[in-house]
């Protein structure tokens, strides 16, 4: 089945410590985001990438590293930068018209 | 101002009622059109996509674009108990490089 996946579901970062948050895609999609989902906040962006080897920032980047090696990948590194790091992040991807994204089902990140 | 409006309710209905869900845009460059269910804990699930103006249907599901009045709405019909969910519009045009979302709004369907 085509998809997106992300790992791990649930992550518990210490403080001062990166974190790296996976997302793997097989729809053939050139473009990929991540997102912060916080309550009553809806999505926000944090980065996007349109082809390899190249990637921007999104609204709200400070504190988030990323990286786009493989067409496929598209890890998220939470930085100790990033002061208020808990929340719900959402990878998703998209063809490059941008007619629909497709999202993973999300990962947990919960500072300890 | 916000690119997309959507009011974040929460709505409650009873089971088979009829449920409006809208949003209001500002770009009208936007061209392309989406509907996310979104449980909670769980990523986004594309349910309806649009392109432009005009209506799509899909089993309970209806979708309306009016670009005239930027403006797009999503129907459900017979409303059941698992249409519980917050409900997030999308929209994106071909010239920009990313998608812009409403903040969601929370349904709960009453049996």
């Known amino acids: 089945d085509g998809g997106i996946t992300q790992s791990p579901k649930y992550l518990f970062r210490k403080e001062g410590q990166n974190v790296t948050l996976s997302c793997e895609q097989n729809l053939n999609h050139d473009a990929m985001y991540w997102y912060r989902q916080d309550p009553g906040q809806g999505l926000r962006l944090i980065y996007y990438?349109?082809?390899?080897?190249?990637?921007q920032k999104g609204d709200i980047a400070e504190g988030y590293s990323v990286s786009r090696e493989k067409k496929e990948s598209f890890p998220l590194t939470v930085t100790s930068a990033q002061k208020n790091p808990t929340a719900f992040y959402l990878c998703?991807?998209?063809?490059?018209?941008?007619?629909?994204?497709?999202f993973g089902q999300g990962t947990r990140l919960t500072v300890v | 101002q916000k690119e997309v409006e959507q009011d974040p309710g929460p709505l409650s209905v009873p089971e088979g009622a009829i449920v409006s869900l809208n949003c209001t845009y500002s770009?009208?460059?936007?061209?392309?059109f989406m509907w996310y269910r979104q449980y909670s804990r769980k990523g986004p699930e594309l349910l309806m996509y649009?392109?432009?103006?005009g209506n799509k249907e899909d089993g309970r599901f209806t979708a309306q674009v009016d670009k005239s009045s930027k403006y797009i709405s999503l129907f459900i019909r017979d409303s059941q108990p698992s249409d519980s969910a917050t409900y997030l519009c999308a929209m994106s045009s071909n010239t920009g490089n990313q998608f812009y979302f409403g903040t969601g709004t929370s349904l709960t369907v009453i049996p």
């Open positions: 998703a991807s998209s063809s490059l018209r941008n007619t629909e994204a497709f």
């Open positions: 649009t392109y432009s103006s």
């Open positions: 990438s349109q082809i390899v080897n190249d990637f």
């Open positions: 770009n009208s460059a936007f061209q392309y």
